[in-house]
């Protein structure tokens, strides 16, 4: 068999994969829109396919369920609650939201009713909100086969969330960027991944490598008979550590490490006891379509999934990240409404994902962070929003908590600016402030030689902010603080907090144990 040729290409996660090569098929060139569905017309049909639901399961139903399914078509069937959701449609609305907001006035009316048999009807109220709010959400990302290499010029988040990747394989892109969200998953999921190999040729099914560790593409010569690729340098492994994210440099300085995750299925193969908790969990990946984002039950119990595995270690949620380069299945904004401004945009969004997380609190030691806030009436309008909230549970009497509200540091104004804003804790997000920074987009061909070298602008800008930020907690979550070149620059601007993925926990620890606290070499290392 011929020699295995290996192409060059630039290592986004590391760790080594062998597979069969999925060749992702190119974006058609002329896309035709099809005609808009109006809001209206939307919401009916997703009433009338609720019904048809109920219709299948009364006909296997006994009488008692039969009379509850009765009701709850009856309800969806009643001019009034249709009228209503329309009325907010006409005024702007999204259909989801209209139809959520009208279901939820109509909880809160029978919860507060005398009569104990209008209060035991709410149940049946929010079965039918989920219902239709499961019939609006929009359309399945496609998969492809388990173990395979996916080859293509980039791959949308979506798609790497919607894949099982416990059987293995991994992703060779032509393009991609190492500051990218998949690039980021990918990492947090240890799944092998190089970009920048350029198009190459390759048959569909064909063997395949990825060498994540050097940065290489590995062409096998045929479908049979191929060896499996293996590493040329040994990747480090995760150890059974039970430390409680605590690591001390070589000069006794006691350093937090604490995880980033995107999914409750990232932690299962993790202890609690060797980390400082949860740093961030980007909420995006997980409420992924705007049904999700409107389904207040579903976020709770995300959120509940994450703090009974961190006990009593803190928990950080940023809320919706969404916009941008990364969309929301079934919300339409411009390319520039992101993060904050998205979500003060649309406060419907941000007043379900509220009281998810002031419910959630109550099960552990959560704490909410704020993407790409740029002003400080950013944090006062969310923290309004958090208060109307909770002011609204107490009056009905149901379980919450004030969790503290933090923000990512990753806007230059934000961070020249940090004693300004009535934050309870920042972290620095270094993917969007080196951005931002460079003046250079992630997806820019030059982005990674442009961020190399803007790297002492950041420091120096994260060593003013941490000094502007007095005394309040600092931590930093963006992909510099996994980057082993980069922990002594880091210890020596006072970041003494690295919340990292947790594939890279292992190699972090042992850099911080190499260096004093000013981030100078220990001697012998």
Excluded at 220 to 225: T, V
Excluded at 332 to 352: F, H, M, N, W, Y
Excluded at 358 to 382: C, H, K, Q, W
Excluded at 486 to 506: E, K, W, Y
Aim: glycine share 10%; hydrophobic share 45%.
């Amino acid at each position: 068999m011929a020699a295995p040729h290996r192409l060059k290409a630039t290592s986004a996660s590391p760790g080594v994969a062998t597979g069969p090569a999925y060749i992702a098929e190119p974006p058609a060139t002329v896309f035709m829109s099809p005609p808009a569905v109006s809001e209206r017309a939307e919401l009916a049909g997703a009433i009338e396919t609720a019904i048809g639901e109920l219709q299948h399961l009364a006909a296997g139903a006994d009488a008692e369920g039969g009379d509850i399914i009765d009701f709850q078509i009856e309800v969806l069937r009643d001019p009034t609650i249709t009228e209503m959701a329309s009325a907010r449609i006409d005024a702007g609305e999204n259909a989801v939201f209209a139809w959520v907001a009208t279901l939820d006035g109509y909880v809160r009316e029978l919860e507060s009713a005398d009569e104990e048999q209008l209060r035991a009807r709410a149940v049946d109220i929010l079965d039918i909100k989920n219902r239709v709010l499961a019939a609006l959400t929009g359309t399945p990302v496609g998969d492809f086969p388990p173990g395979s290499i996916y080859v293509g010029k980039d791959m949308e988040p979506s798609r790497f969330l919607a894949h099982d990747w416990s059987a293995g394989g991994g992703i060779a892109l032509y393009g991609g960027s190492a500051a990218g969200h998949v690039a980021l998953l990918a990492r947090s999921r240890s799944v092998p991944m190089v970009i920048g190999a350029g198009r190459f040729a390759i048959e569909e099914g064909q063997l395949i490598g990825v060498d994540g560790d050097s940065g290489a593409v590995i062409l096998q010569a045929g479908k049979e008979n191929a060896r499996p690729l293996q590493a040329e340098h040994p990747t480090t492994s995760a150890a059974a550590i039970t430390d409680n994210g605590s690591a001390r440099t070589a000069d006794g300085l006691e350093v937090l490490l604490s995880i980033n995750v995107n999914a409750p299925d990232e932690i299962e193969r993790i202890s609690a006891a060797s980390t400082a908790g949860i740093g961030l969990m980007r909420s995006e990946f997980a409420v992924t379509s705007l049904a999700d984002a409107a389904n207040e039950d579903k976020q709770l119990a995300i959120y509940r999934r994450l703090l009974d595995w961190a006990g009593t270690r803190p928990v950080t949620i940023r809320m919706l990240d969404v916009g941008g380069d990364k969309p929301l299945s079934g919300l339409e904004t411009s390319p520039d409404l992101r993060g904050i401004r998205l979500l003060l945009a649309r406060p419907e969004i941000a007043r379900v994902q509220a009281r998810a997380l002031l419910r959630a609190a109550i099960f552990g030691n959560l704490r909410v962070m704020l993407p790409m806030v740029t002003f400080p009436s950013d944090v006062d309008e969310i923290r309004q929003i958090f208060r109307e909230e909770a002011a609204a549970f107490a009056r009905r009497a149901i379980p919450h908590r004030d969790p503290p509200i933090g923000m990512m540091v990753e806007v230059p104004a934000a961070a020249l600016m940090l004693d300004q804003f009535d934050a309870d804790f920042f972290s620095f997000g270094t993917n969007d402030l080196l951005q931002y920074v460079a003046a250079s987009a992630r997806d820019d061909t030059d982005f990674a030689a442009y961020s190399e070298k803007a790297v002492p602008a950041v420091l120096r800008l994260i060593a003013y902010a941490v000094n502007l930020g007095g005394s309040k907690p600092f931590s930093i979550c963006g992909d510099m603080a996994g980057d082993q070149r980069r922990t002594g620059a880091l210890l020596a601007v006072g970041i003494r907090h690295f919340s990292v993925a947790p594939a890279q926990l292992p190699a972090i620890r042992s850099a911080i144990g190499g260096l004093h606290a000013d981030g100078t070499r220990a001697a012998g290392e």
